[in-house]
């Protein structure tokens, strides 16, 4: 159990463009997913928190209005990069909180974002 | 603030034991995680440390002190598939956030 999955594992598109990432949890409910960004040989940086019905939580310098984050349901939440540029370009990961809020993560597969 | 201090770099020999320490001030804190991640890859769950003592599950084992605000994941028998980054990731808090360390990468030679 507690699988989640992304989509598309691998996007490249054109400088202006926007991107969606999707991220479902497969086998369980989430009222809670969180988004980070991966750059080379660096560690996860939170991007934001996700919760079902309500607005995200951003963390302290990301750009709410360029990463658009929606949580419609308790199985999907969905990240958009607007008017993607070259420095936007990294491994998107988002994550599902455990319904049982031990605070334990599962963590998706993950979206290789390149801007060109 | 919140911090966490990880060394960037280890290097172990393929069927040896290797300590790799956390160091951590985070503000609240409920417990403490260690992730493995594959380059490439999503990480994926080693263990869970609430209270202060050493968890031990197969030839991984992590060990918690609340009061020095200090973990370590021992791995032992090491094999080539254990070359990855190890992350430590303390949590705490109302939203259930998990501050990642920067991580540290493993090589396991033969």
């Known amino acids: 159990g507690a699988v989640v999955s992304q989509h598309p594992s691998r996007v490249i598109c054109k400088s202006g463009t926007s991107v969606k990432i999707e991220c479902r949890s497969l086998d369980f409910q989430a009222t809670t997913m969180f988004w980070y960004r991966q750059f080379p040989k660096q560690s996860l940086m939170l991007m934001a928190t996700?919760?079902?019905?309500?607005?995200?939580?951003?963390e302290q310098g990301v750009e709410k209005d360029k990463f658009l984050i929606n949580h419609a349901s308790l199985t999907l939440s969905t990240l958009t990069v607007t008017s993607a540029h070259p420095e936007d370009s990294s491994f998107y990961i988002c994550?599902?909180?455990?319904?049982?809020?031990?605070?334990?993560?599962?963590f998706g597969p993950g979206t290789r974002l390149t801007v060109l | 603030g919140q911090n966490i201090d990880q060394p960037t770099e280890m290097t172990a020999t393929e069927g040896a034991i290797v300590q790799i320490n956390c160091t951590y001030q985070t503000s609240g804190f409920n417990g403490l995680f260690w992730y493995q991640q594959h380059a490439g890859e999503a990480p994926t769950f080693l263990s869970y440390n609430v209270l202060d003592g050493l968890e031990e599950k197969g030839r991984f084992s992590s060990f918690l002190s609340r009061s020095k605000g200090y973990s370590y994941l021992l791995l032992k028998e090491l094999q080539m598939k254990d070359s990855a980054s190890y992350l430590c990731a303390p949590h705490g808090g109302a939203t259930n956030k998990l501050i990642f360390g920067t991580g540290t990468l493993l090589a396991v030679q033969p």
């Open positions: 994550s599902a909180g455990a319904a049982s809020g031990s605070g334990e993560q599962f």
């Open positions: 996700s919760n079902e019905g309500s607005k995200a939580t951003y």
